[in-house]
């Protein structure tokens, strides 16, 4: 499906997913695809399946048909146990809020990715702290950080030891709108430099306009036009 | 490792509930171990109760009897041994000492033990240890007589003081043998042992005190006789209730048993002391097994407030879980790091504890013999102590199961989405 020379970051096809088959799938979808290095908005209301969707990508959720590749390789046909390396080594992950974790200092926390998974090395850290304007906070402890400050920490955890993908669920919500600028131009000018594809899920569509490439998953999941959950 | 300093953060991080819960381990553990070196403590206190006297001798019956009321002076003896006898056994060469005891008398309710200076010199508990003087000296006269210090201490005596000795072992009254006062001459020092709770005289003065006294009541009025009158014919003893006995050689102890009990001239039996005080120990073996089973729910409980810590702290712990998921950790390494946080606190818990044991031991040790006779001590770490918090340590990981569990549970429920 993919071509090896343009490979496809997400490239998903003829997916289903129910958490139980007694109820109806949560995720119908015909066709998404990410090319590598590409940034994509996805716009996605709340309920209409993204955390899910997020979460097949992710490697977590398993799909119950169809196929879901990830950076060229088949999510279907590894374990469970492969997924949860391949999501380590190759993804960079940032949640809406609380992206940290409170007992550890701010560089501890960035360096996290790279202690789980040897695939993910920790050079660059100086340059990626200074560049989010995090430097000087490195050996603070997360809980004296304002969300500001906790969202550009979790950008840098998720961008550490360049992963070819990057997910951001809602990152900017707890922002305010001047931040949540500011944040989006550092984020989309980190993952450039550093050829990351970068999917962005929001339901605020006026950050769209500065993706390359904008797709609403409501259009896209057949499952959420009839069940709104 | 990762998981490991992640589990240690994460408790430093909740230091109170995480010290709270190490704590009552801590003390789960001391008192486990505590009751198990009270438990030897006073097997070793009772066992050594008597030390290096190789047989006991008396009056053919019962072995437990003999033992009973020689070492720990209860019950009564049946049949005495003739002093004949008793002289002949003293002289045989493969003994090397002999304490001769006469029994049967008392004071206020305290033993009267008739011996002579072997007794001072030769007896020996907890191993080296010997009867000493607190004060004064030993009974040489028999009109002298020297205290335990329980009996000392009990009835407010002093070197000097003048006490009347009671036939048998009834209260003070019409048995009283006060036609021959004592005068107490020595206080022995506390040894915690039943010697603290007679009273010893020589042989002479047990026999001063029965003459006119041979039908086993007091003499008749006008028939009393005066201690000044005592011949020394009269002092002479005529019986002993048993004897205790040291052979020159190990090898020469049983077959001193078995020629005591062949004795010809009158029905005589020896027994071992270790021997009949492990018999006699046994019979009390259901109180340690009690002992050992309040410290096992003691442990229990102890660990019972860990899982409480851990499983009240599950739904914070939430986000993070799913933090460490979305950074590729999996449900397995999730599993590992709740039960490496159980592992720290119970190993902690264990190291706390052993070190209050320690210490409390150490610090109780001079009360406990003051005021309980029992010579509390912490026996040294032995291989059943390393059975011990081994178990602790697989338990506390068994009770960390169920939270760990429940994490593990959550975290595939919950996979990246952050609940709370």
């Keep these: 499906m993919s071509s090896p020379t343009n490979p496809s970051s997400v490239l998903l096809a003829g997916v289903r997913f129910g958490y139980n088959s007694k109820l109806p ?10 090319s590598a290095g590409e940034s994509c908005f996805l716009y996605g209301p709340s309920g209409c399946g993204k955390t899910t969707l997020l979460g097949l990508i992710a490697g977590v959720l398993e799909a119950r048909q169809g196929s879901v590749n990830v950076l060229g390789k088949d999510l279907r046909a590894m374990s469970s146990s492969k997924r949860d390396a391949f999501r380590g080594s190759n993804i960079g992950y940032i949640f809406q809020m609380f992206n940290l974790i409170p007992y550890l200092s701010v560089r501890d926390n960035i360096l996290l990715p790279t202690r789980l998974h040897s695939a993910r090395k920790a050079e660059g850290l100086e340059a990626i702290a200074s560049t989010l304007g995090i430097a000087p906070l490195l050996d603070r402890g997360v809980l004296e950080l304002s969300v500001g400050q906790q969202q550009r920490v979790a950008a840098a955890r998720a961008l550490i030891g360049a992963p070819p993908l990057v997910i951001a669920d809602e990152p900017t919500s707890a922002l305010d709108s001047a931040h949540r600028q500011r944040f989006l131009e550092l984020l989309l000018a980190q993952c450039k430099s550093a050829g990351a594809a970068l999917l962005f899920v929001s ?4 950050l769209a306009p500065l993706f390359e490439k904008r797709l609403s998953l409501p259009d896209l999941n057949r499952a959420s036009r009839t069940e709104v959950a | 490792m990762l998981l490991l300093s992640l589990a240690w953060k994460s408790l430093r991080n909740r230091r109170v509930t995480t010290l709270l819960t190490v704590v009552s381990i801590a003390l789960s553990v001391a008192l486990l171990l505590g009751v198990e070196a009270l438990r030897v403590s006073a097997r070793e206190s009772f066992s050594s109760t008597i030390s290096g006297t190789d ?3 008396g009056a053919r019956g019962g072995g437990l009897q ?9 019950g009564t003896a049946t049949n005495n041994v003739k002093y004949s006898s008793y002289e002949e056994w003293s002289k045989h060469p493969a003994v090397a000492w002999t304490i001769p005891y006469s029994l049967g008398d008392s004071h206020r309710g305290f033993r009267v033990v008739g011996t002579n200076q072997n007794f001072y010199e030769h007896y020996r508990f907890r191993k080296t ?9 030993a009974p040489a006269s028999f009109n002298e007589a020297a205290l335990g210090s329980d009996v000392a201490a009990k009835l407010g005596y002093q070197v000097g003081a003048k006490v009347v000795l009671t036939h048998g072992m009834g209260a003070a009254g019409i048995m009283d043998h006060d036609d021959n006062p ?4 020595g206080i022995l020092a506390k040894t915690a042992t039943p010697i603290d709770r007679s009273v010893y005289i020589t042989l002479e003065g047990m026999s001063a005190i029965h003459v006119g006294w041979e039908g086993g009541a007091p003499p008749e009025p006008g028939e009393e006789v005066s201690a000044k009158k005592l011949t020394a014919e009269q002092l002479r003893p005529e019986a002993i209730t048993a004897f205790l006995l040291r052979s020159k050689s190990r090898i020469d102890t049983l077959r001193l048993q078995r020629d005591i009990s062949n004795y010809l001239p009158e029905p005589l039996m020896a027994i071992i002391p270790g021997v009949a005080m492990g018999e006699l120990w046994s019979t009390v073996r259901y109180a340690e097994i009690a002992l050992e089973i309040v410290g096992g729910f003691v442990v229990l409980v102890g660990l019972l407030g860990m899982l409480v810590a851990i499983y009240t702290t599950l739904n914070e712990r939430r986000r993070e879980m799913a933090i460490l998921r979305a950074l590729g950790a999996g449900p397995v390494k999730i599993l590992a790091l709740f039960l490496i946080e159980s592992l720290l606190l119970a190993l902690s818990g264990c190291a706390l504890g052993v070190g209050l044991m320690v210490s409390g031991v150490a610090a109780l040790q001079n009360l406990v013999e003051q005021q309980f006779g029992l010579y509390l001590r912490w026996q040294g770490f032995q291989e059943e102590h390393a059975i011990y918090l081994g178990i602790v340590v697989a338990a506390a990981l068994l009770i960390g199961l169920v939270p760990a569990w429940r994490a ?3 975290t595939l429920a919950d996979g990246l989405s952050v609940k709370v």
């Design chain 2, 408 to 410: 593990y549970r959550n």
């Design chain 1, 25 to 34: 799938d949560v995720i119908d979808l015909d066709r998404f695809e990410l």
């Design chain 2, 182 to 185: 004592f005068t107490i001459v």
């Design chain 1, 203 to 206: 339901h605020d569509q006026s």
């Design chain 2, 66 to 74: 003999l033992l009973l009321y020689t070492v720990f002076r209860m």
């Design chain 2, 55 to 57: 047989l006991i001798a």
């Design chain 2, 129 to 137: 240890r010997k009867p000493e003087f607190a004060s004064g000296r």
